[in-house]
């Protein structure tokens, strides 16, 4: 009994502290603003730091207080960023046993994409500087159902690692049925690279997706349907309504809220 | 009654379920046994602080007699007040090193601890610079303050939390069966 008393006395203590480290950090980003001004010209690094501060550490843990507020936390067709806004629309989704999407998207040319650690973000430094292209760059890490996806693949556009393809894939959890009823093994999340920018909600560098996210959900089931002959599409109509929004780092989405499964049971057998 | 109609309707599986029993014990996803990167940062800056203190004890006894003269103390008592000075600030440097240490093993309370400390320190802080209008530039205390921010910060984060609270649950877990 003890224990678990002393668990949640610990629970409630790091909510408080959660959020008073996010009211202290706003203090300290209002201390570095006006010492900027303040200091000449030793103003400009401690203005960039200012940035840093807001950027990576102030501004995401207000979002992150506030969202788990007001974002809902079941299934919207959406995903969400670790700092709980809403991220990238769902706009795939596929039947069959992990092996099987591996090999579908293996055979139509994706490559899949590193997770994110140290060595990893240290070969997007050095390929960035040398040109070089990195085929399986990580990509960031996006949410459903509480958890980060599963894997990824991508294919980068040729020369310019600014550009490039990529789709997030989560497994459902067992037993969950879509809103309508229909079952699915795993969803997904597709959106097109098509810059380096600053984020609108959090002013860190980050990628801009193109707006019309159905250009790239149909570019990966083509891809899909062309190296793999006996994929099965069928698509849900009007799944969602057609919606215009913002995705996690500010850039427009649109679509017209069609869900596609692409069932790969029966091309998961290699001839 | 409400509650009591709910336990006779058949269950029905939700999507607002917690994330826990959705997905079943076995299938939350690889535990997370890699410290994260926001539990070494804050672990780096416990023990850079404790290093901080090693620096002012030696920089305090070399400058002792000086002290020592300019405050009039009386010669008779003043290794006693040297003495409780050291004792002091060696449990601070050692508590540091020992909370450091047990965070960077995995122990929740010894981050909850930290917090705690943190905490006080900023809230000493921000009374002083917004009741009693004390001055807090890069020439003061700007560092001192930033780096407390930035730690509490990197220990209260969502990742930091769930490594340590699963790792020691991870840990009392064998216990009975020893």
Not at chain 1, 35 to 50: K, M, Q, Y
Not at chain 2, 64 to 74: H, K, Q, T
Not at chain 2, 127 to 139: D, P, S, V, W
Request: hydrophobic fraction near 45%.
């Amino acid at each position: 009994m003890a224990p678990k008393r002393r668990f949640s006395l610990l629970a409630v203590l790091d909510e408080f502290f959660f959020v008073f480290a996010g009211i202290a950090a706003v203090w300290l980003a209002w201390l570095l603003l006006t010492e900027s001004f303040r200091t000449g010209w030793w103003g400009i690094p401690v203005f960039i730091a200012f940035w840093g501060l807001l950027a990576y550490l102030v501004l995401p843990r207000i979002h992150r207080v506030l969202t788990t507020i007001y974002v809902p936390d079941y299934f919207i067709g959406r995903t969400r960023t670790s700092d709980g806004l809403l991220g990238d629309p769902i706009n795939l989704a596929l039947q069959g046993d992990e092996d099987a999407v591996h090999r579908a998207f293996e055979n139509a040319g994706w490559r899949r994409a590193d997770p994110v650690t140290l060595r990893s973000s240290w070969r997007i430094i050095v390929s960035t500087l040398t040109r070089r292209s990195y085929d399986e760059a990580p990509v960031s890490p996006l949410y459903l159902f509480g958890r980060m996806q599963d894997f990824a693949y991508q294919q980068e556009v040729e020369g310019n690692p600014a550009k490039r393809h990529h789709v997030r894939f989560w497994r459902t959890p067992v037993g969950w049925l879509l809103p309508g009823g229909a079952r699915v093994d795993w969803l997904a999340a597709g959106t097109f690279d098509r810059a380096v920018g600053l984020s609108l909600f959090t002013l860190q560098v980050t990628h801009k997706i193109d707006a019309d996210t159905d250009i790239e959900r149909d570019h990966i089931i083509s891809s899909i349907r062309s190296s793999n002959p006996a994929a099965v599409l069928e698509v849900l109509r009007d799944f969602s309504t057609g919606y215009h929004s913002r995705n996690g780092g500010g850039d427009s989405i649109r679509t017209d809220g069609d869900l596609p499964i692409l069932d790969l049971t029966k091309s998961g057998r290699r001839a | 009654m409400n509650s009591s109609m709910h336990k006779h309707a058949p269950r029905k599986r939700s999507a607002t379920e917690p994330i826990e029993s959705l997905l079943g014990a076995e299938d939350t996803g690889s535990p997370r046994s890699k410290r994260p990167a926001a539990t070494v940062i804050g672990v780096i800056f416990v023990l850079g602080r404790a290093c901080a203190g090693v620096l002012w004890l030696t920089a305090f006894t070399l400058l002792w007699p000086e002290i020592a003269r300019e405050v009039e103390l009386e010669t008779e008592i003043r290794p006693a007040v040297y003495s409780i000075f050291l004792v002091g600030g060696l449990i601070g440097v050692l508590l540091l090193v020992v909370l450091g240490i047990a965070i960077w093993r995995g122990s929740n309370l010894a981050r909850v601890l930290v917090m705690l400390g943190l905490t006080l320190s900023i809230s000493v802080a921000a009374i002083g610079y917004f009741a009693n209008g004390e001055e807090i530039t890069i020439r003061t205390t700007l560092l001192t303050v930033a780096l407390d921010i930035i730690v509490l910060l990197a220990l209260s984060s969502r990742d930091a939390r769930a490594w340590a609270r699963s790792s020691s649950r991870r840990r009392a877990a064998p216990r009975p069966r020893r």
